[in-house]
T-cell receptor
Framework: EDQVTQSPEALRLQEGESSSLNCSYT??????LFWYRQDPGKGPEFLFT???AGEEKEKERLKATLTKKESFLHITAPKPEDSATYLC??????????FGDGTTLTVKP | DGGITQSPKYLFRKEGQNVTLSCEQN?????MYWYRQDPGQGLRLIYY???????QKGDIAEGYSVSREKKESFPLTVTSAQKNPTAFYLC?????????????FGQGTRLTVV
């Protein structure tokens, strides 16, 4: 059975304090790993897709990386507007993605 | 603007009632999904459909039913058999049923049992 574990559950940062979120997974064959951002009471918003170990993607202050066992979402010099829950999902075969429980990030000014 | 529309935003259900949540997309996506989210938890898959008139159970399908009569519509019915239906329900779609493409989500329906 697919397992996706995100850590930490919650992360509080000061504005400008860089950090990383972790997504560990166990699947027999990875088709894709996805990162989403979710604001309270809203649907998740797509950030990145990673397909193979060693791949990296960047968008503004966010950078996602992938190894064979885990993915990291690095946040550089975060701002208060980066506060949200970040969800990781892995897709083993077409139609079925398994989501982690998310990391809730709070960035204080 | 293209996107996914869920309605209603809030829904209240009495014990023993069936209720239907609406999901419409104008993205011309092949695949559509229903997820349930409980507080502090990730998304759990209820049902998904890769093509019109076909759908598969996800991890927590008991007490739910769906239909896919049109490509753009994927309604979810929460039946009285679902004993704990209070949750946030999210509909999503993705471009290709067989591909590993990202999902686009609606804004959710919050269902409460009263």
């Amino acid at each position: 059975e697919d397992q996706v574990t995100q850590s930490p559950e919650a992360l509080r940062l000061q504005e400008g304090e860089s950090s990383s979120l972790n997504c560990s997974y166990t699947v027999s064959g990875l088709r894709g790993l996805f990162w989403y951002r979710q604001d309270p009471g809203k649907g998740p918003e797509f950030l990145f897709t990673l397909y193979s170990a060693g791949e990296e993607k960047e968008k503004e202050r966010l950078k996602a990386t992938l190894t064979k066992k885990e993915s990291f979402l690095h946040i550089t010099a975060p701002k208060p507007e980066d506060s949200a829950t970040y969800l990781c999902a892995v897709q083993e075969y077409a139609g079925k993605s398994t989501f982690g429980d998310g990391t809730t990030l709070t960035v204080k000014p | 603007d293209g996107g996914i529309t869920q309605s209603p935003k809030y829904l209240f259900r009495k014990e023993g009632q069936n209720v239907t949540l609406s999901c419409e997309q104008n993205l011309n996506h092949d695949a559509m999904y229903w997820y349930r989210q409980d507080p502090g938890q990730g998304l759990r898959l209820i049902y998904y459909s890769q093509i019109v008139n076909d759908f598969q159970k996800g991890d927590i399908a008991e007490g739910y039913s769906v239909s896919r009569e049109k490509k753009e519509s994927f309604p979810l019915t929460v039946t009285s058999a679902q004993k704990n239906p209070t949750a946030f329900y999210l509909c999503a779609s993705s471009m290709f049923a067989s591909g590993n493409t990202e999902a686009f989500f609606g804004q959710g329906t919050r269902l409460t049992v009263v």
